[in-house]
């Protein structure tokens, strides 16, 4: 009896070691790369995760010991989490990171916080990935310790049609501990037309106290013109709130084009339709005119190539600019 235990236990090692902890070959069944961001080479999707609308906890600081009060900001929207294995251990951890952070700046992204090994703090990745946002599937690959191989990064892209956020998180392999692995999150923010407000008094506040400016969409004008259309009004009233809700808080409001036309009539342009918001913020929704000052930047701080429709509408926007 004791003999034919051991076989079968034996056996269920082998079993184990020759399946389970096989490198992955192909992607698991319905998943897909998003269409914003590639893969590694010869890496394989071993999660795949899509809710069409959810909350997620995106992380901006490190996290002290035992302690959950690390800067962080709550999103809703879509949340897609893919999570990649298989990359040879022949590619280093930061090699891994380090493409992944260009390439999302080349995007375009910013980059909100990164951080690396211990000084992310105490249970990182099961903190992140497990208690704060929704669990990932069982048999993820995971680890829930300090690993000083650990890379995290956290990025977002400001988009007219909602903004882009990212979470990246590189680590070791637990079942093959040379190999890097790779958890992608990637939260779109929905658009306006969804019911959800892009833009909100709280969201405004954290990007200003946090950058000291924030890049607002949602104001719009007719083309060559500096009247308000009636469809700015959401954003407007977020605005409005944000000043209420921090008397002290002065801003300057900043106008800026995109680079089609003369350079005169842009950099006019931007000056008339800021003042256009302030007199607007003033008038109607009565904000103290002290909070505001008004100014045209033009085409002169792009945050988009001007050659495609897309890098131009970014550019056409208004900033918050503390003062």
């Not at 022949?90 to 380090?98: A, K, M, P, Q, T």
């Not at 990164?114 to 990935?129: A, H, N, R």
């Not at 680890?143 to 990212?166: C, F, H, M, V, W």
Request: proline share 6%; charged share 25%; hydrophobic share 35%.
């Amino acid at each position: 009896m004791k003999i034919k235990t051991f076989l079968l236990l034996l056996v269920g090692l082998i079993f184990c070691t020759t399946t389970t902890y096989a490198q992955p070959e192909t992607d698991v069944e319905g998943s897909k790369d998003h269409p914003l961001i590639s893969r590694f080479p010869a890496s394989v999707i071993v999660v795949y995760v899509q809710h069409e609308f959810d909350e997620y906890t995106l992380p901006l600081g490190n996290r002290p010991e035992e302690d959950n009060l690390f800067k962080k900001l709550h999103l809703e929207g879509k949340v897609t989490r893919i999570q990649y294995a298989g990359i040879p251990k022949n590619r280093s951890f930061f090699e891994v990171y380090r493409n992944y952070e260009i390439a999302l700046k080349n995007a375009g992204f910013e980059i909100l916080f990164s951080g690396k090994g211990e000084e992310l703090g105490y249970m990182w990745p099961e903190y992140i990935f497990h208690d704060n946002n929704s669990p990932l599937p069982e048999g993820d690959r995971l680890p829930s310790n300090n690993e000083p191989t650990q890379r995290y990064l956290s990025a977002k892209l400001a988009r007219p049609d909602g903004d882009i956020y990212i979470s990246l998180f590189v680590t070791k392999d637990c079942w093959h501990e040379e190999c890097p692995l790779v958890q992608l999150d990637v939260i779109e923010i929905k658009p306006l037309e969804t019911g959800m407000i892009t833009v909100n008094a709280n969201l405004l506040a954290r990007d200003i106290a946090r950058t000291g400016h924030v890049a607002v969409y949602g104001i719009h004008f007719d083309t060559g013109k500096a009247e308000l259309k009636p469809e700015s009004e959401p954003v407007l009233e977020e605005i409005a709130k944000l000043l209420k809700n921090n008397s002290g808080l002065k801003l300057y409001v900043v106008g800026h084009t995109d680079n089609v036309g003369e350079f005169k009539n842009n950099m006019l342009l931007s000056e008339q339709r800021a003042k256009a918001v302030l007199k607007e913020l003033v008038s109607k929704y009565t904000v103290n005119e002290n909070q505001l000052k008004a100014y045209g930047n033009g085409p002169l701080a792009p945050v988009a190539s001007n050659k495609d429709k897309a890098g131009r509408a970014k550019n056409r926007r208004v900033e918050l600019v503390e003062q």
